[in-house]
């Protein structure tokens, strides 16, 4: 743009032109600002008609004789520039550089929130992991220091990142997210040898049972009827504390397999069915025994269409959802009532059992990827005067039921970018034949008491992040003053919200893909 026309101006009684181009200088004439001044009430449904009707204004500002030529060349160059829908939304939705809402934080200190943790063993259990946090800390610090390529290669993402600008607007990639795991394949946009290191440093736990309940699960799989099969499930041993919480919780899961085996249900009649047989009784199991166990927190589980208040929150910060009615609607949520109402899981079914509706299952991955994002950053704006150290160790979870399989996928924030990675944490794949129970027992188990061994530990996290948000109000009572660097203003992911009416079509092109036996 020619410096000398920046403020070029209209004049007002340009007939067939929109007076936007006559009260704007010409610096802002670009269609963003043409598009968030439109007088629609939906701007998003009516995007094709209002770029219909910038380009309609733009060319006959061209057409104007007594325009200069500066002015048309850069009207051409604007036509040009119009995103088209998707990118629009993806551009719209990125990060403001510090984007963060407004909590008087001085208020929830003087007054409280309702939401305070008494439970002293916790807060023993907190200060045991802060201490073994810290020796890790030692031992990732001489890791790294002995190990080049475990600091290198999110040094290299964020170079990658930087220097492939045409992904596509919905990828993961676009939106500064890294998504890896076992058996996840790079295709179709990370570099493969970038992915391969950060296989080789990625730290994999293993969850064992305990070993007291051994016994009982021998006699279970060793059942040789049906009906000695259901005596043996309900036969747990006389015992109290954290055994019977695991006692309960293996009954319950021993229950739900036995029951999608022994169903009359046809398994493949709606995604109602997928969720009723295969999802919700596990997840039912895993937050009962985070209720029990740590009854403080309050866990709760909603299905069935449950609104994800995290990314009701954050639409409204964002002028392209001003309009919008701030709804995200997951087929569940784990949330823990009892610690600031964060949601610490959602679930996306993509239709039935066995469905092999590829855009719906890439659409419902994506759907998730940003609810899980806009979950983080809420954790993020809750808790701003915590460590990033602390925070880049707290982790939020999808579960999503999509073909044949149950995929758990968690996404934390790498500081180092910033970054945040997406990790395939594991993936059960689902035998709904009673031939198969030996095959079947011991997978619905891994899975789900790895599930419920994995949100313990984010709980955890999760409490430290208050405690050491607490203790920064408690230090800083006396100044008003909010630093300027903190957690909500440092985790500043995307927020969009997908349509599956407007943004499904060639999401199967997008990912993820498999390469393991079971994949989809």
Excluded at 160 to 186: D, T
Excluded at 253 to 269: E, M, P, S
Excluded at 384 to 394: D, N, R, Y
Aim: with cysteine; net charge negative; charged share 30%.
């Amino acid at each position: 743009m020619d410096i000398q026309y920046r403020e070029y101006k209209l004049n007002k009684t340009t007939e067939g032109i929109e007076v936007f181009f006559s009260s704007h200088p010409m610096k802002d004439w670009c269609f963003e600002k043409y598009f968030f001044l439109a007088s629609y009430t939906n701007k998003l449904k009516n995007y094709n008609r209002i770029v219909h009707n910038y380009s309609t204004n733009v060319e006959r500002i061209i057409k104007l004789e007594e325009i200069p030529e500066e002015v048309k060349q850069y009207c051409s160059f604007l036509l040009k520039e119009i995103p088209n829908k998707a990118k629009f939304k993806a551009n719209a939705s990125r990060p403001s550089k510090k984007r963060r809402l407004n909590i008087n934080y001085g208020a929830q200190l003087l007054f409280g929130d309702g939401n305070t943790v008494t439970n002293p063993t916790i807060n023993y259990n907190v200060e045991k992991k802060k201490e073994k946090d810290k020796k890790k800390q030692g031992e990732d610090k001489k890791k790294e220091e002995g190990n080049e390529e475990y600091v290198s290669f999110w040094k290299d993402w964020i170079s990658f990142l930087e220097n492939n600008q045409n992904f596509h607007p919905y990828s993961p990639e676009n939106h500064n997210v890294i998504r890896c795991g076992k058996n996840v394949s790079p295709r179709p946009n990370l570099d493969e040898n970038i992915y391969k290191d950060h296989l080789k440093n990625h730290e994999e736990k293993v969850y064992e049972l305990p070993k007291v309940c051994i016994p009982y699960l021998d006699k279970i799989f060793s059942s040789e009827s049906n009906s000695e099969h259901r005596k043996a499930i309900r036969n747990i041993p006389p015992c109290e504390g954290d055994d019977e919480f695991n006692y309960n919780f293996l009954e319950s899961v021993f229950r739900a397999v036995y029951d999608f085996h022994t169903t009359t249900i046809d398994v493949k009649d709606g995604e109602a069915t997928f969720n009723s047989l295969f999802i919700y009784p596990f997840l039912e199991a895993v937050t009962t025994w985070l209720k029990e166990s740590a009854d403080w927190c309050k866990a709760g589980f909603r299905h069935g269409e449950a609104i994800l208040i995290s990314m009701s929150k954050q639409l409204k910060t964002l002028p392209l959802y001003e309009e919008d009615n701030h709804s995200y609607l997951a087929d569940g949520i784990i949330k823990l009532y009892g610690l600031k109402n964060i949601e610490i899981l959602l679930l996306e079914t993509s239709g039935c059992f066995g469905s092999t509706d590829k855009s719906k299952i890439a659409f419902d991955h994506h759907k998730g990827l940003f609810g899980t994002l806009a979950m983080l950053k809420s954790i993020a704006d809750e808790f701003p005067m915590a460590s990033v150290e602390t925070f880049q160790k707290c982790k939020v979870f999808f579960a999503h039921g999509a073909g044949e399989n149950i995929y758990l996928w968690s996404l934390r924030f790498e500081p180092k970018g910033p970054i945040f990675e997406l990790w395939l944490e594991d993936t059960l794949f689902i035998k709904p034949d009673i031939d198969d129970k030996l095959d079947t027992l011991p997978r619905f188990l891994k899975f789900f008491w790895g599930m419920k061994c994995r949100l313990t530990e984010s709980i955890l996290d999760f409490v430290q992040l208050k405690k050491e948000h607490t203790e920064h109000l408690l230090k800083n009572r006396f100044n008003d003053v909010t630093p300027p660097d903190n957690l909500s203003t440092i985790v500043n992911p995307s927020i969009l919200k997908l349509l599956e009416e407007d943004d499904k079509a060639g999401m199967h092109l997008l990912g993820p893909f498999y390469c393991g036996p079971s994949s989809p």
